[in-house]
């Protein structure tokens, strides 16, 4: 499976503990293409249709027509095995969003 930079696929993320994200949801991956070629692993945020819009680490989009939000708070490496299908990608304008939230958020 060929994975890009800002494209949204279904991931299995159970296992988890404490206040981690769970269950198979959506996520977006956030790693650069470089690494998503040579690494078995991969950075993603996970999408919730829980709504926060006052939440200044979360990106409200739309995912395959639903309304969603990108949680940049739960931003986490998981093995590419978790993935399973592409069901959407980032917009051009969203990406660039993105960058700029994980960058104030990270440094």
């Given at each position: ?26 996520v ?76 104030d958020m990270?440094?």
């Amino acid at each position: 499976m060929k994975i890009r930079r800002y494209e949204i696929y279904f991931a299995d993320l159970n296992p988890t503990i404490g206040s981690e994200i769970n269950k198979m949801r959506p996520v977006v991956v956030v790693s650069q293409d470089a690494m998503n070629k040579n690494l078995e692993t991969i950075v993603i945020c996970p999408l919730t249709s829980k709504l926060h819009p006052n939440w200044r680490t979360r990106l409200q989009i739309k995912c395959a027509t639903k309304v969603a939000e990108i949680a940049v708070d739960q931003i986490c490496t998981i093995s590419k095995q978790r993935l399973s299908k592409k069901i959407d990608q980032l917009s051009e304008m969203k990406a660039a969003q993105l960058r700029k939230l994980i960058t104030d958020m990270y440094g």
